[in-house]
């Protein structure tokens, strides 16, 4: 493939908690559009989306980049779940589609930080995992690309923590199993990355997503915090910590994912600016950044 690294500062390494999943037949297309909140019908071959699984009552399961090679062979890029138990789990509902569900163990995934040579915005560069891909994982300040591959790369922890401190800026949540099947698409702001629709015909969870949208009733959204503590995904109260001159604090959301000092949380969508703090420290909320939908 082509987006090989040009500099020290933009060689690839490793980065945790991405694993691949392949459906691939006849059938895999309208079998994703009728599991997926997303649209995949809309996605031209050679082309990615944000996507997901939800349970019944449309809470989010997994979080994925859907790659559409094409019209027989989706691969997903899985967030922070187990592969095996996912590809497992699916596979239950394939029922007569002729579509087979694997997770790719021999695909790697990683990152450098520099602007692709051939991808471009939902434009994938490459022909499959086995021979490589790259995907334009760029997005407002910050030059970005992923690989999909069969050669591995370096471990280098300082920037894999940026690579997700990243993600986390730009409004990707990175769910641990305990935050899974606990949100709406609506409380994680997926809509920031266009990764679900209330357009399409039916899929799990798709008349709780369908009438929160229409109903207006979408009250909580992610908000993006920095703080000394909100590594530790507790509460985040309203009002200033003990000892800092207020007599009381509430809870008003919940850290799901952190990264270093900085975090997302669920919480009301007319929180304001605080005083907020979570684990007896002061946190302060930041601006979500752009540029990651697609």
């Known amino acids: 493939m082509s987006d090989k690294p040009t500099a020290t500062n933009g060689e690839y390494f490793t980065i945790p908690g991405w694993a691949v999943v392949a459906l691939r037949g006849e059938d895999a297309s309208r079998f994703a559009q009728a599991q997926f909140m997303g649209d995949v019908a809309a996605l031209a071959p050679g082309q990615w989306q944000w996507n997901g699984w939800l349970t019944p009552k449309g809470r989010v399961i997994a979080l994925f980049a859907l790659l559409r090679l094409d019209e027989t062979s989706l691969l997903l890029l899985l967030a922070d779940a187990d592969p095996g138990d996912f590809a497992a789990a699916l596979s239950r509902f394939v029922f007569r589609s002729k579509v ?18 051939a991808a471009r915005g939902a434009a994938v560069a490459g022909t499959g995992a ?20 069969p ?11 940026r690579w997700r401190a990243c993600d986390l800026a730009h409004g990707l949540p990175r769910l641990d199993p305990a935050q899974r099947e606990q949100w709406t698409p609506q409380q994680l702001s997926l809509d920031r990355l266009r990764a679900y629709s209330v357009k399409k015909g039916c899929y799990p969870g798709q008349e709780i997503v369908a009438r929160t949208h229409f109903l207006g009733q979408a009250k909580r959204g992610l908000v993006r ?16 910590p003990p000892g800092g001159g207020v007599a009381s604090v509430r809870p008003i959301g919940q850290i799901v994912c952190a990264a270093g000092d900085e975090a997302l949380a669920v919480m009301p ?3 304001g600016d605080g005083p907020f703090s979570s684990g007896g420290q002061p946190c302060r909320r930041l601006p979500l950044l752009d540029g990651l939908a697609r």
Do not use: C, N, W, Y
């Open 269 to 271: 969508l007319d929180a």
């Open 100 to 117: 087979k569900v694997t997770h790719e163990a021999a695909a790697h995934v990683a990152g450098a930080f520099r602007a692709p040579d």
């Open 151 to 161: 050669e591995s790369a370096a471990q280098d922890p300082g920037s894999a923590a």
């Open 130 to 149: 086995d021979s490589g891909l790259a995907l334009d994982f760029s997005a407002a300040g910050s030059a970005r690309t992923l690989r999909i591959g």
């Open 225 to 240: 915090l920095q703080g000394a503590a909100v590594g530790e995904l507790d509460e985040v109260m309203a009002g200033a």
